[in-house]
């Protein structure tokens, strides 16, 4: 298995972990900004792990430069989307947004471990 598709297929099963958990804490009846956020960050993740990845034979440095390059979107459309979020549905805010970042906190791990683990191949 590629790198590329061990990163895309450990961000699945991470979003699938997180809803299963969700499902389970609120009865399967998942609420609707669960599902957004899901849908959002696996969205934002595969965009800036396709951009991280790219490239066969990328140097050190450029590696390094996808890699900030990868995270300052991330970060970016994440405070966005947490900003619709809160405007969108204010009555559950605080609590998904706590799911939301530790969903978040994991995958951002998993895509780091990933990069490394790139690097220290090639």
Not at 29 to 49: D, M, Q, V
Not at 77 to 90: C, M
Request: aromatic letters at 16%.
């Amino acid at each position: 298995m590629s790198k590329r598709l061990g990163a895309f297929l450990s961000l699945i099963a991470i979003a699938a972990a997180y809803f299963v958990l969700i499902g389970v804490k609120s009865g399967w009846k998942i609420p609707e900004n669960h599902l957004a956020g899901i849908s959002a960050l696996l969205l934002i993740f595969f965009s800036s792990t396709a951009i991280m990845m790219s490239g066969a034979n990328a140097t050190a440095e450029s590696r390094a430069q996808r890699f900030i390059l990868g995270t300052a979107i991330q970060m970016i459309l994440v405070l966005f989307f947490v900003l619709i979020v809160k405007y969108a549905w204010k009555d559950s805010f605080k609590d998904f947004v706590w799911y939301f970042m530790s969903f978040f906190v994991v995958m951002l791990f998993t895509q780091a471990l990933w990069m490394l683990l790139k690097v220290r191949k090639s």
